[in-house]
C-alpha cells in the first residue's frame, strides 16, 4: 500500500478548503429566491440556462478588444482625424535640466511656490523661468488632440454598435416595453444566445477599458471612472451568474442609449466643429438626464426594488444587486452635476468649449517675459528687482528650515 506524500496531503487539504468556500460562497439561500435552488438552473430538456463559468471566455476577449482597439485607432481613427482637421497643438520642449526633471518625477509636477523658489535657486534660473519649465514640462505630459479624437472613436464605434445590436435583440423581447415582465417565472428563464453574445461582449470591453485605464487620459473624474467600470463589471458578472439577464440588458442598453452620443459629441469637439458639437451635446444632455435621472430610477430601480419581490421574500442577493444599482445611480447624479456645469458654460458663452473633466493645456507666458527672467541667480542666491514675492527670495536665500 502506498503511503501517502506530504505534498499530497496539502493538495487535499487545499482542495477540501476551495470546495468549502465555493460550497459556501454559492448557496442557494444567498443569490436566489426561496424555494429556488442551482440543480433547477442545470440545462436540460434542451433548455440552456446561464452559468458563471460561460464567462470566463470575457478574459481572453478582452485582450482581444484592446487589440483591436490598437489597431483601429491606427488604421481608422488617426486618418479620420486628419480628415477632419484635427491638429495638435505645437508645443514648446523644454530645456534638459536633471534638478527639475527629478523634482518633477518624483515629487510631483505642481510644486508649491517655496519648493520652486528653491529649485530656482539651486538651478541658476529666476522663479519664473522655473514655472515656465514646470508648465511646458505639463504641457508635454498632456495627451494631444489626436490621441483623445483616436480615444473618442473607438468608444463611438462601440456604443454605437452597442446599442443599436443590444437594440435589435431586445426588441421583440416584452421586458423591454414592460420592465415587470423581468420578473416573469424568475430563475427559471433560458439563456438566449444572441443575448449571451451580447453579454459577453459588454463585459469584455469593460474589462478592456479598466485594464486600458491607466494608460487612456488622465480626467478629474478618474476615481469615479474606475468605480463605474468596477460596478458595471460586477454588474453584469452577477447578473448573469444569478440569472438576471433581462433586467440586466436593460441597463445595459439604457447606458449605451448616450454613451455613443458623447463620443461624438467629442470628436466633433476636438475637430473644432462647433455647430455639429453644439447640437450634439444637446441632444446628448437630453438623452442622459431622461434616461439616468427619469427612467433609470422610474423604471429600473423601481422594478428591482418592488416588482422583483413582488411573489417571493427578499434574500441577500436582492439587497446585493439594489447596492449596486443604488450606486449606479449616484454615479449618474455625480455626472450630471458636472453636465449641467457644462451646460451653464453652454448657455452663458454660446458654445461648448471643453470636457470640464479633462485637464487643460496651460498657455505660456508672454514673449516679453523672456527678457524680465534673464538676470540668472548669482552666489546662490535670487535675484530681487523680478516679480519675485517675499516667501521665494526669503526662501530661496537660505531660510528654508524656518518653513
Known amino acids: 500500500m502506498r503511503s501517502i506524500q506530504p505534498g499530497e496531503h496539502l493538495e487535499e487539504e487545499h482542495f477540501r478548503m476551495w470546495s468549502s468556500l465555493n460550497e459556501w460562497l454559492w448557496q442557494d439561500r444567498l443569490w436566489l429566491p426561496p ?17 458563471p463559468q460561460d464567462l470566463l471566455a470575457a478574459l ?57 523658489a528653491v529649485l530656482a535657486a539651486k538651478c541658476g534660473l529666476t522663479l519664473r523661468q522655473t514655472q515656465r519649465w514646470f508648465r511646458r514640462r505639463r504641457n508635454q505630459e498632456r495627451p494631444c488632440l489626436t490621441k483623445k479624437f483616436c480615444e473618442a472613436s473607438w468608444r463611438f464605434v462601440f456604443y454605437l454598435c452597442s446599442f443599436f445590436g ?26 438566449k444566445p444572441a443575448l449571451y453574445c451580447w453579454y459577453l461582449l459588454e463585459l469584455s470591453f469593460y474589462i478592456s477599458l479598466l485594464i486600458r485605464l491607466p494608460f487612456d487620459i488622465r480626467r478629474k473624474d478618474f476615481k469615479e471612472q474606475v468605480a463605474h467600470h468596477l460596478v458595471t463589471i460586477t454588474l453584469i458578472t452577477f447578473s448573469y ?9 436593460l441597463v445595459l442598453l439604457l447606458h449605451d442609449s448616450a454613451d455613443y452620443v458623447l463620443e461624438a459629441c467629442k470628436m466633433f469637439n476636438y475637430a473644432h466643429q462647433q455647430r455639429v458639437c453644439n447640437s450634439l451635446f444637446i441632444v446628448f444632455s437630453l438623452v442622459f438626464f431622461y434616461t439616468r435621472l427619469v427612467l433609470f430610477p422610474t423604471q429600473i430601480l423601481y422594478t428591482t426594488y418592488y416588482e422583483s419581490i413582488a411573489h417571493s421574500g427578499p434574500f441577500f442577493g436582492y439587497y446585493f444587486f439594489n447596492s449596486l444599482l443604488l450606486l449606479l445611480q449616484l454615479l449618474h447624479v455625480f455626472w450630471s452635476y458636472l453636465i449641467l456645469r457644462m451646460i451653464r458654460s453652454f448657455v452663458k458663452k454660446g458654445q461648448m468649449e471643453k470636457d470640464i473633466r479633462s485637464d487643460v493645456e496651460e498657455l505660456d507666458s508672454s514673449e516679453g517675459e523672456a527678457a524680465q527672467d534673464h538676470p540668472q541667480l548669482k552666489n546662490g542666491t535670487a535675484p530681487t528687482d523680478g516679480p519675485r514675492s517675499r516667501a521665494a527670495v526669503w526662501l530661496a536665500n537660505g531660510h528654508m528650515s524656518a518653513m
Request: proline share 7%.
Open 60 to 116: 481572453p476577449l478582452a485582450l482581444v478588444l484592446v487589440a483591436m482597439r490598437f489597431t483601429f485607432e491606427r488604421l481608422v481613427g488617426l486618418p479620420l482625424s486628419r480628415w477632419l482637421g484635427v491638429r495638435d497643438q505645437a508645443r514648446r520642449l523644454v530645456k534638459p535640466n536633471a534638478t527639475l526633471e527629478k523634482h518633477f518625477l518624483m515629487e510631483g509636477w505642481r510644486p508649491k511656490e517655496p519648493q520652486m
Open 241 to 249: 451568474s444569478a440569472n438576471l439577464l433581462r433586467i440586466g440588458s
Open 166 to 191: 443590444g437594440l435589435s435583440i431586445l426588441y421583440h423581447e416584452s421586458w423591454l416595453w414592460k420592465p415587470a415582465m423581468c420578473w416573469e417565472n424568475y430563475p427559471k428563464q433560458p439563456l
Open 35 to 51: 424555494n429556488n435552488s442551482w440543480a433547477e438552473l442545470e440545462d436540460r430538456d434542451g433548455l440552456v440556462y446561464a452559468h
